[in-house]
């Protein structure tokens, strides 16, 4: 089954594109990346800190019986609502470095949208250590999520 989600990596690039289209207008898939309330439910994960302007922080942390499983973080440098989010992104104990995301959302129509993620990586090696995981998969699992959850919401 073909996935709902897309991830393009040019072979030789160290970046990848990441685009999604929703049947959610663009203010609520918006607020799924800006509430941290409804971030915690279709990631699963705990917002441990979310400070949605300029040069504001984010932090989430997912665990399994007491221990860490999953802990990134990282700053805003752009956060403009129903548009775009431009933010740095580190997985702690991961070895993708650093990364620079820009969020594009975009309005389709009234009830349609579409969210672009660009992320660009220190070097391709980087990048592609993180492809050879279930990456794609595991995006759009979470993107089905968001739209299961955020639907109920309209």
């Given at each position: ?58 932090q ?37 470095g ?41 995006i ?15």
């Open positions: 089954m073909e996935l709902k989600t897309k991830v393009n990596a040019e072979a030789g690039k160290h970046d990848l594109v990441i685009t999604r289209e929703f049947d959610l207008p663009v203010e609520l898939l918006f607020k799924a990346h800006s509430e941290p309330e409804i971030i915690e439910q279709w990631m699963g994960t705990k917002v441990l800190k979310f400070e949605n302007k300029k040069h504001g922080g984010w989430y942390e997912t665990t399994d019986n007491g221990k860490v499983v999953f802990s990134a973080n990282g700053v805003f440098h752009d956060f403009i609502e129903n548009e775009k989010i431009t933010r740095t992104f580190e997985m702690a104990n991961a070895p993708f650093v990364q620079l995301e820009f969020a594009k959302f975009e309005k389709l129509t009234d009830t349609t949208s579409k969210i672009t993620i660009h992320s660009i990586f220190e070097s391709g090696a980087l990048r592609d250590e993180l492809l050879k995981m279930p990456f794609a998969q595991g759009n699992y979470a993107h089905n999520r968001l739209q299961d959850i955020v639907a109920r919401l309209k």
